[in-house]
C-alpha cells in the first residue's frame, strides 16, 4: 500500500487520546488500530481501555488478529493487532468485528487487547484488507527496524528457500515452530551453526509457526526446506511478535517442503570397561505424569521407554547418571525398574522429594541413578539454601524468619564408592543439580542463578577443604551458559577452583540445547582439579537438541526424547591423555595407531578443523591423517608421543585450489592439571 504522512486528523486524536486521563472506551468511538500500535515499539495508549474495529485475518486457539481494512498508509504504524480471548474465539477469518473495553497493553513487547468485554459484528469496516509485501531479508538489519511496522498484519513474502537452525518445536497447545536462515544468507553463518553469542547471525533467523492451522513437519537441524503457497508462489502469513522475536503466521495455502535431509551423526557411547568407569547428566524433560507433563498411562509408558532406551544403547548403560526433570522420586525408580526388567541393567534409583516434587501440574526433582555392579551409595541429603530474597518457594521449616527457601529443586548430593574389575576402588562426591531456568525475568533469574552457583559451590568446597584431593563432581541443566556468571561462579567459589569440562571440547561441540535457533550449552559439568586427571573423554551424545520433536512419537526412536542432550565423561583410576587437534579444514580422518598399528582411537575434523582424540594411555604412536580429494596434506603420518592430561596438535593443511605456502605440524604436550 502507499504510505504518506500523518493527518492533521489523526495527530490530533493521537494526542488528545495520550492526554486524556480517562478511559477512551467511554468516549463509544471505536479508536483506530493505527492509533493504538503508535509509531514506536509500544503502544502510546498503554492500560487504557478502548473499543477497536476491524477485520479478522487469522484465528488462533486463544485469539485473533484484526486487521484496519484502509489503514492510515504510514509506514511507520501497523494496520494490525492482536487480539486476546483466552480461548479460542467465535469468529471467523472476513468478519468485520467491533472489540469492546478491551484493554491495550504490551505482552512481553506484544501490542495486544486483552481482558475484552464483548465481539460484535460491526458494519464498520471500510473495504477489505489485502496483504502488504514484507521486506526482504537482509544481512545486517535489526529486526525491529524491519518488522516492527507490520506487527499484526496480514503480509505477503515471496517463496522461500532457507536452512533449518531450529529444529520443529512442538507444544502442549498443539502449536509448533521453526527457525531457518534464507539461503542467500546461509553463507554469514560461519561453520555452518549460530551459537547463542552471535547477536548479528541470530538478527538474520526467520521464525515460522503453525499457530494458525498450517502444520510443519519434523525438521532438524540443516534441514533445507522451501515454503511457499500454491505452485510454488508466493505465501501469505501474519507478522506476530511472540517473546522476543518476530514470527511468520502461516496462512491456508503455504505449506513447508524438506527438499533435503541434513546428516548428523549419532554415535552411540562405549560402555564403561574393565578400568575406567562412567558418569553422565541427562535432563528427562518432564518425565512424570502432572497435568502437563505425560498424565496418560500409554503416553507416560512411551516415553519411560524411549528414555530407558536412550540410557541403555546410547549411554552405554552409563555407571552413574545424574538426572533432571524427573517428576517425582517415583519417577526415577520407575526408570530404574524399567532398565532392570527390559534392559537387564541393575540401577538403584536415589531421589529426596523437594518443593516442586508436589506440584500437581509439573513436578520436577532432582534424583541419580547407579549401578549396583560397581557403585555403592553411601549418603544421600538433598540440602535447601536460604536467601534474603523471597522466590516464592514454599519449603516449610527449612529457612530461619527473616529468611526465605532458594531452591525448588535443591541440589541432590551424593557420596558413592565406585569400583572396577580389577579391584580398584575411588570414592566420589556427586552433586546434580538443576537450576532456575531463564523463562520469566531475567533481572530475577539471574541473580537468584548466582546465588544458587554460591549454595554448590558451598557446598563442593565442604568436600575440599577436608581433603583437597576429594574427587567432587558438580552436573546438571545449570541454565545458563559455558563463561556465565553463575557457570564461573560455581567454577571460582571453592579452592582450588573447579575445572569446567566443557574447555576441553572444541568451540563447535559446546552446546546442549537450541532456543529459538541459538545453540547453547544449558549442560555442564565440573570437576575438582585431582579428578581432572583421571577425565580420558568428555563427550556430548546428539541425540537431542538438532533434532526435531516429533509429531507422532514413537517408543523404539529416541531422537528428542529429551530436548536437552546427555553429557557423558570417562573416568580412570589413573592419569590418562587425549589429543586436541587442529587440521585446518573440516572432514579430514584422524586416526591414532599403536606400535602394531592397531587403531587406538579416530576422529573426523569439524568445519573449523577442531578434533579430539580421548582415552589415550599415555606412550609412542603414530597419527594418520587422510584428507579429502580437493586438500592435500604434507605431513600425514607422524610419530607422536603422549603424555598425561592435554597434548595439542596443529597442521596447516593445503587447499588444491589455493597457492598457500607449506605445510607446517607442532607438537606439544601439557599436564590437564596444568592451570
Sequence with gaps: ?????????????????????????????????????????????????????????????????LQDPVGDGRSETSDGLYVYTRRRPDVSVGDCVLVRGALIDEF????????????????????????????????AAQPEEVYEAFEGMWVNTLALTGIVHGPTKRYASGEAE???????????????????????????????????????????HGDRIRIAGIHDTAFDAILDYNFGKYQLLLLPGAAVERIHAAEITAARAAPPGEE????????LMALGTGSAQHPNPADYARELHRRSLTIAEWLGGCLIIGLQESGTPRDAEALATHLREHFGLDYTASALPGPQSSDPEFPLTNALLTRNDRVRV?????????SPVDYGVVDPGACPAGSFP???????????????????????????????????????????RIRQAQAVADLAQAQLSVDSNAAVIVLGDLNDYYGS????????????????????????????????????????????PALAANVGEVTVLRLNADYASPQAPDADNIFHASDHDPLLVRIWPRSIGWIAGNVGYPGVRVELLDAADGRVAQATSDARGDFRLWNVTPGAYRLVLTAPSHLELSLSDVAITVISGEN????????????????MALWSAALASTP
Excluded at 477497536?52 to 486457539?61: K, L, S
Excluded at 548479528?200 to 510443519?216: M, N, P, R, W
Aim: charged share 15%; hydrophobic share 40%.
Design 276 to 283: 575406567d568407569f562412567t558418569v553422565c547428566s541427562y535432563n
Design 108 to 139: 512481553y513487547g506484544k501490542t495486544e487487547l486483552s481482558r475484552v468485554k464483548a465481539i460484535e459484528p460491526s458494519t464498520l469496516c471500510r473495504g477489505t484488507p489485502t496483504p502488504t509485501a514484507l521486506p526482504t531479508f537482509r544481512y
Design 178 to 220: 521453526i527457525a531457518l536462515i534464507p539461503v542467500s544468507l546461509q553463507p554469514y553463518i560461519s561453520d555452518g551453526r549460530i551459537f547463542f553469542d552471535e547477536p548479528i547471525e541470530q538478527a538474520l533467523l526467520v521464525y515460522v509457526s503453525s499457530a494458525l492451522g498450517v502444520s510443519l513437519p519434523d525438521l532438524n
Design 406 to 448: 532458594l531452591f525448588d529443586r535443591p541440589p541432590l548430593l551424593a557420596d558413592l564408592m565406585v569400583e572396577n574389575s580389577r579391584g580398584d576402588a575411588m570414592a566420589l562426591t556427586v552433586i546434580v543439580n538443576h537450576w532456575k531456568s531463564k523463562v520469566g525475568d531475567e533481572r530475577v533469574n539471574l541473580p537468584r
Design 378 to 386: 553411601l549418603s544421600l541429603a538433598s540440602p535447601q539454601s536460604c
Design 1 to 65: 500500500m502507499t504510505r504518506k504522512p500523518l493527518t492533521f486528523l489523526a495527530a490530533a486524536l493521537l494526542c488528545w487520546l495520550c492526554l486524556t486521563p480517562f478511559s477512551v472506551a467511554q468516549q463509544g468511538e471505536p479508536i483506530p488500530i493505527y492509533i493504538l500500535q503508535g509509531e514506536g515499539a509500544a503502544t502510546p495508549l498503554r492500560g487504557r481501555y478502548v473499543d477497536a474495529v476491524g477485520v479478522v485475518t487469522g484465528v488462533g486457539i486463544a485469539g485473533f488478529y
Design 648 to 663: 595439542r596438535f596443529i597442521t596447516a593443511v593445503r587447499h588444491q585450489a589455493s597457492e598457500a605456502g607449506a605445510a
Design 485 to 528: 556468571e553463575p557457570v564461573e561462579t560455581v567454577r571460582t567459589a571453592t579452592e582450588p577452583d573447579l575445572v569446567h569440562l566443557s574447555e576441553r571440547l572444541p568451540p563447535l561441540s559446546r552446546y546442549t540445547y537450541i532456543y529459538n535457533g541459538a545453540s547453547q550449552a544449558l549442560d555442564h559439568v565440573l570437576v575438582s
